[in-house]
């Protein structure tokens, strides 16, 4: 049943394009952006068990990388591999609070540093043009495949995903996935068998934070203009609320909660007369006072109760 509904999810992926308007493509990709950094973020948090509130920074990080490489006529995929340095770097340092504190405290240290990173971007006009932001952002030309029009580039936004959800999966369940999720259940009882939960602690932050890069150097081409406020904590909480909704520790989770967070209420958008901002805020709450564990959490336990 698995590999049936894997088959028809990738089968819907691929013909749903040739069946929608722009508008409509441009929002399938701005899902598959998404999923992308809310995969990142639930190895941080699902798996390892490490909060942040600072991944629409890396994002950030590398939306910017792109476009102040992009337009000066730099390839994309230099933009990746400087996004990716970055965030790993970074993600690693920022690792290094959360050796210390935990839960809220590692919230808030977090949230610092998507803070210090917004400031930056706003401020810092000479690198990146402050609340001007930056327009003309170009989509690449792939051995010889442009990837400029809503499909072509919606198809390479595809095919990334697919790279990071192989390398995901592989990650998740390999010694190192099982580090992660032993550090998430009990720290203490993890070290005390001889798993190095500092390195592995290090390890979450830095890839899960590299992951956020590569989404944000899709991201700039995409929507061909950004700005600061594009990478506030708005879309930190945002990427928090589709790890929980979807699922926290389940591989599925983010496919899921970047659905329901970026498509959902522009469905619910139409026939429902501006009103539909309450309703789904309202069904987020109810999910997540009723169902902590997610829509596949939910799944889940609807199944145990059938067997």
Excluded at 59 to 77: F, K, R
């Amino acid at each position: 049943m698995r590999k049936v509904f894997l088959t028809v999810f990738l089968l819907l992926l691929i013909a749903a394009p040739f069946a929608l308007k722009p508008y409509g493509i441009y929002l399938l990709s701005l899902w598959v952006v998404m999923t992308i950094a809310a995969i990142g973020l639930n190895l941080t948090l699902g798996y390892a068990g490490q909060i942040s509130l600072a991944q629409g920074a890396f994002v950030g990080i590398g939306a910017y990388s792109a476009a102040l490489l992009t337009t000066q006529g730099w390839p994309l995929w230099s933009a990746f591999a400087i996004a990716i340095a970055l965030s790993l770097v970074i993600g690693w340092v920022l690792g290094y609070p959360a050796l210390r504190v935990q839960h809220h405290y590692l919230a808030f240290v977090t949230l610092s540093f998507a803070t210090l990173v917004f400031l930056v971007l706003r401020n810092e006009e000479w690198l990146t043009k402050g609340v001007y932001g930056i327009s003309g952002i170009p989509r690449p030309t792939l051995l010889g495949w442009p990837a400029k029009s809503p499909i072509g580039f919606y198809f390479f936004c595809l095919a990334i995903l697919a790279l990071v959800s192989a390398g995901t999966w592989w990650v998740v369940r390999s010694p190192w996935g099982r580090a992660f999720t032993a550090l998430r259940e009990n720290a203490i009882r993890a070290d005390s068998l001889g798993v190095d939960t500092r390195r592995y602690t290090l390890m979450a932050f830095a890839i899960g934070s590299a992951l956020g890069g590569v989404a944000g150097v899709l991201y700039a081409p995409l929507v061909q203009f950004i700005e600061p406020t594009a990478f506030n904590l708005n879309l930190s909480l945002n990427l928090l609320l589709m790890v929980m909704v979807g699922g926290s520790g389940y591989f599925l989770g983010p496919f899921l909660g970047a659905a329901v967070s970026v498509l959902l209420p522009e469905w619910m958008r139409f026939g429902s007369e501006g009103l539909y901002l309450i309703f789904y805020a309202i069904a987020v709450m109810v999910l997540m006072a009723f169902c902590p564990s997610g829509l596949l959490g939910l799944a889940e336990r609807a199944r145990k109760l059938v067997r």
